[in-house]
């Protein structure tokens, strides 16, 4: 088995193809780093190496310039070819005319669209370095997230700016796609003849991507992950387990700011020569029909869609069932899936549900089965190319049987970007993923529980600190904790508990606003119950387990008795 270091390009010191060295600079210090395997013939990369390229041009010369790449929501086909010349045009507008050089990190936000998937790829040819962000994320949010990633430069849907704008980044340079205007993204590459751009020479262990994910404080954090990571995850679990093929068209609800649509949605599909079905919204209802009319093949969506989906596979008022049948490989993650679930979709449609689990940190799904290997219940075995092992706090593995914390290790491996957390996630050479598991005699492996506060509701991370702070900006509310709920479909549910200032009326919905405004509206608590007083020990350090036991929390005799009002969220 080789691991990090022992091939060149490991150990982060291949000429760089950056004019910016911002993103090299600022990775952990090499001892900090886990253990990097590769220990497969397709994870050895070559020195030099440009994710974007790789995925797109030398995709097109494989399969042909004229086969669909993406499929947009209006029914337009993007072909190969098309979209090399968008993404090139693309990349010249923001070298000759924006002022990118290799290394900037450039602010990618909008909806799930074939725009967005193009500004990303011309992001990857010229070098530079994507943060791509959700397009719901508010104005501090994104400030934050800028200024931990020394952002200069955004390519942002015209429609999703204003958050942009009110963020007031210093010395951003926004450039919108799809609004009016000589300036805007689609004006200027019109603009451009069709001419094509060389892909600038990037190291394999360049960074070519800062992804944020929120820790249980509240404050978001930067992974940032090389060329050849792109393709790791593509050569390894979309290789081995998804075994994706160039005929598929995929599909799927998670958006492009978040890593699991960003493979699923992009890297997978372009990896082989395969094509995607890109959809602004894609919730459960919007799904089924797409099914249908693109005979999607590959979804991915978390168990909370595939719960909502089998309620409406079979149509009201008497109309034809939804069409599934064109589909052959669906993925879950984001959250566990119950073995409940995985029954009842197979039951009604015949399909083995893949489940798996990844991180941010590590870019995409690390454990997972297929097909027959499948065992519901369980997350399944470690993808090939990836190794796991259950440890205790010591980082000691704990026998098979025994629950521990799931620690990892493959080519991919958690580098957070300046951030004194790193030594949190990375222990004694493996990545602590903060997850309870337990690993079978067969070498199966079993979700617990998250280890931390994250709140999992629906596939989405939630970090009850995170929500508090914006509660904590409500003149009303003096005090406030944010804990998850078992729910049937969701997996949890955000509940915030909250003490009012004196004279404050308990208007639970006007909380619930002021926190939409402030955070990406699934971050807004479910349910809102006041207290008099939250929970703490004498030292004054809240006890947040006791807001998980009814009837546990002073000042409200039963405080999870009474629901709170439903979310539209």
């Known amino acids: 088995m080789e691991t990090t270091g022992a091939m060149y390009g490991d150990s982060g010191a291949a000429p760089t193809g950056h004019v910016d060295t911002f993103a090299r600079e600022h990775l952990p210090p090499r001892d900090q780093w886990p253990a990097l395997v590769r220990d ?105 997230m800028s200024e ?9 849907d015209a429609r999703a700016v204003d958050d942009l704008i009110k963020a007031g980044v210093p010395g951003l340079r926004v450039t919108t796609y799809g609004g009016e205007g000589p300036d805007d993204l689609r004006a200027r590459v019109a603009a451009r003849p069709p001419e094509p751009y060389e892909a600038v020479d990037t190291a394999a262990d360049d960074v070519a991507l800062i992804a944020f994910t929120s820790g249980t404080t509240g404050r ?144 995409h799904i690390f454990i997972s089965a297929a097909d027959e290997a499948i065992r519901p219940g369980t997350t399944g075995l470690p993808v090939p190319g990836w190794h796991a092992r259950v440890v205790d706090a010591s980082g000691a593995p704990v026998p098979d049987g025994e629950p521990g914390l799931l620690a990892v290790r493959g080519p991919v491996g958690c580098r957070y970007l300046a951030d004194p957390r790193q030594h949190d996630y990375v222990r004694h050479g493996w990545n602590v993923t903060g997850d309870t598991y337990v690993r079978d005699a067969d070498g199966y492996f079993r979700y617990v529980a998250r280890a931390d506060d994250m709140i999992i509701s629906a596939g989405y991370n939630i970090a009850g600190p995170e929500v508090e702070e914006a509660l904590l900006r409500h003149p009303d509310v003096v005090e406030t904790a944010v804990v998850g709920r078992p729910d049937e479909r969701r997996g949890q549910i955000a509940v915030a508990y909250v003490v009012l200032r004196e004279g404050a009326s308990p208007d639970a919905e006007r909380l619930r606003e002021f926190v939409k405004a402030e955070l990406v509206p699934y971050k807004c608590p479910r349910e809102v119950e006041f207290l008099d007083a939250l929970p703490r020990t004498a030292t004054g350090k809240l006890q947040r387990f006791r807001l998980r036991e009814p009837g546990a929390a002073p000042g409200a005799e039963d405080p999870l008795a009474e629901p709170g009002p439903a979310s539209g969220a």
């Open 148 to 156: 931990i990633a020394q952002v200069s430069h955004a390519l942002c």
């Open 40 to 144: 497969r013939p397709e994870l050895h990369y070559p020195d030099r190496l440009n994710c974007g390229a790789e995925l797109l041009d030398a995709s097109a010369l494989r399969h042909g310039p004229d086969r669909p790449a993406f499929l947009a929501a209006d029914g337009t086909t993007w072909t190969y070819g098309e979209l090399q010349v968008l993404v090139d045009r693309i990349a010249h507008v923001l070298t000759a005319e924006l002022g990118v050089v290799p290394g900037n990190r450039v602010l990618l936000r909008g909806a799930t669209s074939p725009w967005l998937a193009a500004c990303w790829l011309a992001v990857m040819k010229a070098g530079a370095v994507a943060v791509t962000v959700l397009a719901q994320q508010r104005a501090q949010e994104l400030a934050t």
């Open 220 to 363: 978001p954090k930067g992974c940032m992950h090389f060329h050849r990571d792109v393709l790791a995850i593509a050569d390894t679990f979309a290789r081995h387990v998804l075994k994706a093929r160039a005929d598929d068209v995929f599909a799927g609800s998670p958006p492009l700011g978040f890593t699991f649509g960003l493979g699923g949605l992009v890297i997978f599909p372009l990896r082989v020569g395969a094509s995607a079905v890109l959809l602004e919204q894609a919730g459960p209802k919007q799904l089924l029909p797409a099914i249908a009319a693109h005979r999607v093949s590959v979804l991915f969506t978390a168990p909370t869609a595939y719960r909502a989906m089998l309620d409406a596979l079979d149509a009201p008022s008497g109309d034809a069932p939804h069409d599934v049948s064109s589909l052959r490989r669906c993925v879950s993650a984001g959250e566990n899936l119950p073995a409940a679930t995985w029954q009842a979709w197979h039951e009604r449609t015949g399909l083995r549900i893949i489940n798996g689990i990844g991180a941010t940190e590590l870019l």
